[in-house]
């Protein structure tokens, strides 16, 4: 099935450190968004985005959705132990609830 | 306000048998949408619900089919299990309004999953 290309597939950080992911489509979204997922749970959204050029935060995360509507990044800042897990990327189409998901960026913190 | 629920958390199946799993969505949001998580093929969509009818559908086999409730509760079935169904299920609800367009009122809010492991 279709998927977002999501680099890279994992991270392995020094706590404090940033860090930034990012997803790429061939094809256009209209919302952008960002889940994590721990060991046994299902995604939590982190960040949406519903326009190009929008630039979102929320606490140490920021989000980008791309000028083209093809990519976006994200960036968490100051990383901390509770950072760990994976992160998705997923982009929605307009009228469509499906969601199309990237790989998933694992991330390792080292304390 | 209660989150996503989805019972039971863990399967085990035998080849050749059929799975039901249960979804409730959270209170007032009619949309709920059904995902296979797999280390191979990640996260892919099966279908999704709304108002008791199905309004999107994924690249399934028809071995793979959905329900939803007057009360917005969803199940899912599997039938003719084989040993690559084993995955996670999940599922996600959303408000989903109609004429909402993209926004808020259409974030999907996931369930923890149902563990499916066919033997």
Known sequence: GQQLNQSPQSMFIQEGEDVSMNCTSSSIFNTWLWYKQDPGEGPVLLIALYKAGELTSNGRLTAQFGITRKDSFLNISASIPSDVGIYFCAGQRQGAQKLVFGQGTRLTINP | ?119
């Open chain 2, 1 to 119: 306000k209660a989150g996503v629920t989805q019972t039971p958390r863990y399967l085990i199946k035998t080849r050749g048998q059929q799975v039901t799993l249960s979804c409730s969505p959270i209170s007032g949001h009619r949309s709920v949408s059904w995902y296979q998580q797999t280390p191979g093929q990640g996260l892919q969509f099966l279908f999704e619900y709304f108002s008791e009818t199905q309004r999107n559908k994924g690249n399934f086999p028809g071995r793979f089919s959905g329900r939803q409730f007057s009360n917005s509760r969803s199940e899912m079935n599997v039938s003719t299990l084989e040993l690559g169904d084993s995955a996670l299920y999940l599922c996600a609800s959303s408000f989903s309004p109609a004429g909402a367009g993209m926004s808020s009122y259409n974030e999907q809010f996931f369930g923890p999953g149902t563990r499916l492991t066919v033997l």
